[in-house]
Nanobody, 124 residues
């Protein structure tokens, strides 16, 4: 089990950038795949981006491809989500989640550990 804490959210204008961080504590963080999810009011939680244990593989939902970049630093037990060219439709509560597996999935129900979330609000 790992404990996750997100940071870096805020209120920005359309076209701006933000970088979210997900700091993990616990054992063997490098054994976990990590996903970023988001949930807007009245909508289901959705997969945004994911990264394999070594950082060698990354995956994105179509609407953020080319704008968002996920990365990790296992020495610092931290995963990042760099968000460029933000749009109002990116407004949501962003969560990081970890799964003690070598398989990355898009289904939030398959993730064991979650952070509390970081709010991202993009104004037009």
């Amino acid at each position: 089990q790992v404990q996750l804490v997100e940071s870096g959210g805020g209120l920005v204008q359309a076209g701006d950038s933000l970088r979210l961080s997900c700091a993990a504590s616990g054992h063997a963080f490098s054994n976990y795949v990590v996903g970023w999810f988001r949930q807007a009011p009245g909508k289901e939680r959705e997969f945004v981006a994911g990264i394999m244990r070594s950082g060698g593989g990354t995956y994105y939902r179509d609407s953020v491809k080319g704008r968002f970049t996920i990365s990790r630093d296992n020495a610092k037990n931290t995963v990042y989500l760099l968000m460029n060219s933000l749009k109002p439709e990116d407004t949501a509560l962003y969560y990081c989640a970890a799964r003690n597996s070598m398989v990355l999935t898009h289904d939030p129900l398959t993730y064991d550990d979650w952070g509390q979330g970081s709010q991202v609000t993009v104004s037009s």
